[in-house]
């Protein structure tokens, strides 16, 4: 057994602990409302909530611990997945991270060099995270509306710096998730429901599928 492999070992055993104590730490609170102060919205509206929320966010349990793996390797998806936050700010830090240190994403060493990026960018959202909290929210009710308004484009903005890192690559592979996405949602909306996962779900495997054909004639470029 390699070291990368006794590493990745290790990290299981305590990732695992971690993600418990993580589960405990999340479902205490409610269960302290619900058991020992006796509040509760009833099965009901709890069951509607947790519908409501899996809809939303169902898609990306399969999607993102297929599409942060090959960054950040097993101890980064355990931390990413504990921390939270993953594609606007843990991600785009392990992606550079690798970037930086001339290793591949993929192997061993690019996804130490992730992991090592991603554990930085934590303890930097921590302490930005208790500035907000504390001196943010007064900084921002404080700008002129025309400045606060560009503040919603923070997210597409990291989106499409990421992707334009990764299409660079890859040229004919960013094509086609462009192209995928676009056409999934025309589709969705004649689709009762309108189930915007679909688009995430269909987007991601088609076009893994898709590089893996440009892999297989050499084409990946």
Known sequence: ??????????????????M?????AVLLPPLTMTFVFG?????????????????????????????????VGTSGL??????????????P????????????QGTDEGALMGTIGLAVSIYVAVFFVIFATILGQTVITTLPADLAKYFELIIPGIYGAIFGQFMVKSYKTGLF???IS????YIVQFIPGNPSFVITLTSIFT???????????????
């Open 1 to 18: 057994m390699g070291a990368y492999e006794k590493f990745t070992k290790s990290i299981t055993n305590f990732g695992r602990l971690t």
């Open 20 to 24: 418990v104590l993580g589960v405990i």
């Open 39 to 71: 509040y509760n919205p009833g099965f009901a509206a709890i069951i509607a909530g947790a519908i409501s929320q899996m809809s939303v966010s169902g898609a990306f349990y399969l999607s993102e611990p297929l599409t942060y793996f090959p960054i």
């Open 78 to 91: 355990y931390l990413t997945m504990l921390s939270g936050n993953g594609v606007n700010m843990k991600i």
């Open 93 to 104: 830090a392990a992606a550079i991270s690798s970037e930086a240190s001339g290793y591949k």
């Open 177 to 179: 998730a462009l192209l």
């Open 182 to 185: 676009t056409v999934m949602i």
């Open 207 to 221: 076009t893994i599928l898709f590089a893996r054909k440009q892999l297989e004639k050499g084409q990946l470029n």
